[in-house]
């Protein structure tokens, strides 16, 4: 019985993560960046860096979580929440080039 446990508490952790990490989520507004500060500006792109490096770690732990072959159903909730831990990923790479932009210009 306590092979069961740590399968299905990863599995519901995988659930729940990839609840989180719907990439229709959230959209970001490139215009809103051109009434920042140049202070603001790099707030917003330190909580985007951080955003994204937790999203990549997370990715890369669904990634090599090693799902046993009698978990039916595992596999495919992996592959579905990296597929969407990517759009999110490549999301905030988008809102990060933005955010960059208009330091460039403005700062």
Excluded at 1 to 9: L, V
Excluded at 32 to 57: F, P, Q, W
Excluded at 68 to 91: C, D, F, H, M, S
Excluded at 97 to 103: F, G, K, L, P, S
């Amino acid at each position: 019985m306590k092979a069961i446990s740590p399968a299905i508490s990863l599995i519901c952790s995988i659930v729940f993560v990839g609840g989180c990490a719907s990439p229709f989520h959230a959209s970001f507004d490139a215009a809103k960046y051109d009434r920042m500060s140049c202070v603001e500006l790099n707030v917003a792109m330190g909580e985007v860096a951080k955003e994204l490096s937790a999203t990549a770690i997370i990715r890369g732990k669904v990634a090599k979580t090693n799902i046993p072959n009698w978990l039916w159903g595992a596999r495919r909730v992996a592959t579905t929440v990296t597929v969407r831990q990517n759009a999110k990923i490549e999301q905030l790479q988008q809102q990060e080039a933005a955010i960059a932009a208009v330091r460039r210009s403005r700062c």
